[in-house]
Nanobody, 126 residues
C-alpha cells in the first residue's frame, strides 16, 4: 500500500504562488518502474480534472494546457516526495488539489491511478 499526504494549499491573491507537496509512505514511488505520480483538482460542482504528472522512471512530464508555463511538477527521489509549484495563479485555479500515484499507461486519466491523497484546498481570490 501507498499512503499519500498533500500539503501546501492555502489562500492567495491573483498572481500569487503556492507550492504543493505530496509525501508518500509505505511502498515508495520507485518500487514500480512504470510508476507515475500526478496532481488532479476538483472545483465545486465540477469533475475532477488532470493537472500535471511525472513518471518516476525517465521523468517524463505532462501538463494540462491551461497550466503550462505557470505550474511545474518535480520530484525528490530521496524524500519520496512530488511537488507542484504553482505561479501566476488565477481564480480559475481554485479547487481541491489531489495527489495520486499509479502504474497505468495514460497519465492524463484518473483510471491510471491506484492511490489518492485526501486533498488540499487552493483558493485564489480576485
Amino acid at each position: 500500500q501507498v499512503q499519500l499526504v498533500e500539503s501546501g494549499g492555502g489562500l492567495v491573491h491573483t498572481g500569487g504562488s503556492l507550492r504543493l507537496s505530496c509525501a508518500a509512505s509505505g511502498r515508495t514511488f520507485s518500487t514500480f518502474s512504470s510508476y507515475v505520480t500526478g496532481w488532479f483538482r476538483q472545483a465545486p460542482g465540477k469533475e475532477r480534472e488532470f493537472v500535471a504528472a511525472i513518471r518516476w522512471t525517465g521523468g517524463s512530464i505532462y501538463y494540462r494546457d491551461s497550466v503550462k508555463g505557470r505550474f511545474t511538477i518535480s520530484r525528490d527521489n530521496a524524500e519520496n516526495t512530488v511537488y507542484l509549484q504553482m505561479n501566476s495563479l488565477k481564480p480559475d485555479d481554485t479547487a481541491v488539489y489531489y495527489c495520486a500515484a499509479g502504474w497505468g499507461t495514460n497519465p492524463y486519466s484518473r483510471n491510471t491511478y491506484n492511490y489518492w491523497g485526501q486533498g488540499t484546498q487552493v483558493t485564489v481570490s480576485s
